[in-house]
């Protein structure tokens, strides 16, 4: 997966925008409102580009033992967030189920109301 796939794969998914809040070089993607990814672009062109994606607290003590690329998350709270790099043992296909966990979790933490009117988008 190239920075335009990740880009891609995020943005086609319903409600999902695209923000830089903290600088010009973290790109964050948010659904309603709430950040599911964030990932360094100066990493993408440096060649180790990594991934913080939002995870259940289980799941990511398991993935983290599972997969050497799979750590704690960079300047994120370490129970809930992975950082995931792009150029270790994590396959294209468990990438992509990872950003859907992710952006499940914050879709699911979202209020009913806000839910909905993503749901209800046309995308």
Not at 66 to 82: L, R, T, V
Not at 108 to 123: A, G, R, V
């Amino acid at each position: 997966m190239n920075i335009q796939q990740l880009y891609e794969f995020c943005l086609s998914k319903k409600g999902v925008t695209e923000h830089f809040p903290f600088d010009e070089d973290t790109l964050v993607f948010k659904v309603g409102g709430k950040m599911f990814c964030l990932t360094s672009l100066k990493e993408w062109e440096k060649g180790t580009p990594s991934l913080n994606l939002k995870c259940d607290p289980e799941k990511a003590l398991e993935l983290r033992a599972e997969y050497e690329a799979i750590n704690p998350g960079f300047h994120m709270s370490k129970i809930h967030w992975n950082t995931v790099d792009f150029n270790g043992d994590v396959s294209n296909k468990l990438m992509c189920e990872l950003i859907n966990h992710s952006y499940d979790l914050v879709f699911k933490s979202l209020t009913k109301k806000i839910q909905n009117e993503i749901l209800n988008l046309e995308n």
